[in-house]
């Protein structure tokens, strides 16, 4: 089941560098919870199911008038899920200043589906992972 879940991660970072939301609609579970970083101004803690999904990348992409990801490192945590580092490269819409911003997500899977993407700063994953092994 992991190598799945690593191939479904792989999958959402294309589909989100191809601006295909539908991916994830149709790859998220009905309860899926996108948990962005504390620290980001004009975001919701938590988006819940689809719907939240759809508000989550109508608010995310409206900041950028460009954005990429890049996968630095995939993690396979088995039933714990998948950790990823990665950096978001982008043009901020308001400023037009260019961003490098370094984070980690924590993906969860459940019967093939995203449940959960979590992000944190690369040291909370850190920790987070340490404490788990």
Known sequence: M????V???RDAYAAWNNGDADWFLEHLSEDA????????????????????????????????????IRVER??????????????????ERASGAEASIGVSHWLTFSDGLLTRITVMT???????????S
């Open 2 to 5: 992991s190598a799945k879940n």
């Open 7 to 9: 191939k479904l991660a």
């Open 33 to 68: 919870e996108v948990r962005p970083l504390r620290e980001l101004v004009g975001f919701d803690e938590i988006y819940r199911g689809r719907g939240g999904w759809k508000k989550f990348w109508k608010v995310w992409r409206g900041h950028w008038s460009s954005i990429e």
């Open 74 to 91: 995939m993690e396979d945590l088995g039933d714990h899920g998948v950790l990823v580092l990665l950096k978001f490269e982008g043009v």
């Open 122 to 132: 690369p040291q909370a994953a850190d920790r987070r992972r340490a404490a788990r």
